[in-house]
């Protein structure tokens, strides 16, 4: 599953045991449970449900449930906030976008060029042309001498532009990378920050960070031990690191869910990092708090797409580029985007 997709997985609880074998049904002494299906709307899923439920129904109950089904679906569909839309905007005038070696401020070798391929995956959501890492490097090394995100504070934008032939640069700092393991008090904690500035002028036209952390403790020192982490992290808003290029960019601190049982934190980011994912251990360990971290950075809030959950904003979202998706034969886009509502994409 994308990471810009979400699903509702409805299953239906029966009191027989026998039941339509086709549809995988996984038999307790208690009762069965029918997998009806996995879609991308809720109300799909609830008229899937009631077409399992009318099938095992006395005719008399149909009218019943006709009835329940109407007014599950008007609550479901009131208790689900998402954010606005996502669309091309043609007036935007940054079209092709390189997203820099980031600036590492932490001691992990190998969380910058992850955290930056997350970047160029989720701007190019965004409707943005994004070149290559791979492209950029090897342009920067060759023709200008550049590996580090280190060495771009010396590196005129206009020397950057030219070179790489692009409308815009995306400059990033990896700030935190770090898997604490105490036994007590148990931490993973990312933190990124961004701007996207214009080759024609210059400014600075979107910035953004966050800290992504998810904790596990056990015990009573466990607990006093994240009640003091949780009081200092209040405290690093951003404004306590090192300007970005010139640029102080706010990166407050976010907690994930500690329990996921379900899958839900881990399901919405999932597939982000299948292509990208490193055989090294901490970007290994990390790669959910890094997609988060990325995925909050450009979209402006932390949302997980669960009834009666409503979007928590952090700063702006970045602004949508002008290239608008191809849509191919089957109504999917053929290597870009099509309009997004939160994570997910809305293809015609």
């Given at each position: 599953?994308?990471?810009n997709?979400?699903?509702?997985?409805c299953f239906i609880?029966?009191d027989?045991?026998?039941?339509?074998?086709h549809?995988?049904?996984?038999e307790?002494?208690?009762f069965?449970?029918?997998?009806?299906?996995t879609?991308?709307?809720?109300?799909?899923?609830l008229l899937?449900?009631?077409?399992l439920?009318l099938?095992?129904?006395p005719?008399y109950f149909q009218v019943?449930s006709?009835?329940?089904l109407?007014?599950a679906a008007t609550l479901?569909?009131?208790c689900i906030?998402y954010p606005p839309?996502i669309?091309?905007?043609p007036?935007n005038?940054i079209?092709?976008?390189?997203?820099?070696?980031?600036?590492?401020?932490t001691n992990?070798?190998d969380?910058?060029p992850?955290?930056?391929q997350?970047f160029?995956n989720?701007?190019?959501?965004?409707?943005?042309?994004?070149?290559?890492p791979?492209?950029v490097?090897?342009k920067l090394?060759?023709q200008?001498?550049?590996?580090?995100?280190s060495?771009l504070?010396?590196t005129p934008l206009?020397k950057?532009?030219?070179t790489?032939?692009?409308d815009?640069v995306?400059?990033?700092?990896?700030?935190?990378?770090t898997h604490?393991?105490t036994?007590?008090?148990?931490v993973k904690?990312?933190?990124?920050?961004?701007?996207?500035v214009d080759?024609k002028?210059?400014?600075?036209?979107?910035?953004?960070?966050?800290g992504?952390?998810?904790?596990?403790y056990a015990?009573?020192?466990g607990?006093?031990a994240?009640?003091?982490a949780d009081s200092?992290d209040?405290?690093e808003t951003?404004?306590e690191?090192?300007p970005?290029?010139?640029?102080t960019?706010p990166?407050?601190w976010?907690?994930?869910p500690?329990?996921d049982?379900?899958?839900i934190v881990a399901g919405a980011?999932?597939g982000?990092?299948d292509?990208?994912i490193?055989?090294?251990?901490s970007t290994?360990?990390?790669?959910?708090?890094?997609?988060?971290?990325?995925?909050v950075t450009?979209?402006g809030?932390?949302?997980?797409?669960t009834?009666?959950s409503?979007?928590?904003?952090y700063?702006a979202?970045?602004p949508?580029?002008?290239?608008?998706?191809t849509?191919?034969?089957?109504?999917?886009p053929?290597?870009g985007?099509c309009?997004?509502?939160?994570?997910?994409?809305?293809?015609?």
């Open positions: 599953m994308l990471p997709e979400r699903s509702h997985a609880l029966l027989v045991p026998a039941c339509v074998p549809w995988g049904v996984k307790s002494p208690e069965s449970v029918v997998y009806a299906g879609y991308t709307e809720p109300s799909q899923w899937s449900a009631h077409k439920l099938a095992r129904m005719q019943l006709l009835l329940a109407t007014l479901l569909s009131a906030t839309e669309t091309a905007n007036s005038p079209k092709t976008v390189a997203v820099l070696p980031f600036v590492n401020n992990d070798i969380g910058p992850f955290v930056r997350l160029s989720v701007l190019g959501q965004h409707f943005y042309d994004i070149k290559p791979s492209v490097d090897q090394k060759e200008m001498g550049v590996t580090l995100g060495q504070d010396m206009s950057l532009c030219e790489l032939g692009i815009g995306f400059y990033g700092a990896l700030d935190d990378f604490k393991i036994g007590l008090y148990n904690r990312v933190r990124v920050r961004g701007k996207l080759c002028n210059g400014q600075t036209v979107w910035k953004n960070g966050i992504v952390k998810q904790v596990m015990g009573t020192l607990a006093i994240k009640l003091g200092q209040k405290q951003g404004q690191l090192t970005l290029f010139g640029d960019i990166a407050p976010v907690e994930l500690t329990q049982s379900k899958g980011i999932s982000l990092v292509k990208i490193s055989k090294a251990t290994t360990e990390l790669s959910q708090q890094a997609s988060w971290a990325t995925i450009v979209k809030y932390f949302h997980i797409p009834p009666f409503s979007p928590t904003y700063g979202q970045v949508s580029g002008p290239v608008a998706p849509i191919g034969p089957d109504g999917r053929e290597g985007g309009q997004m509502r939160g994570f997910v994409y809305k293809c015609n």
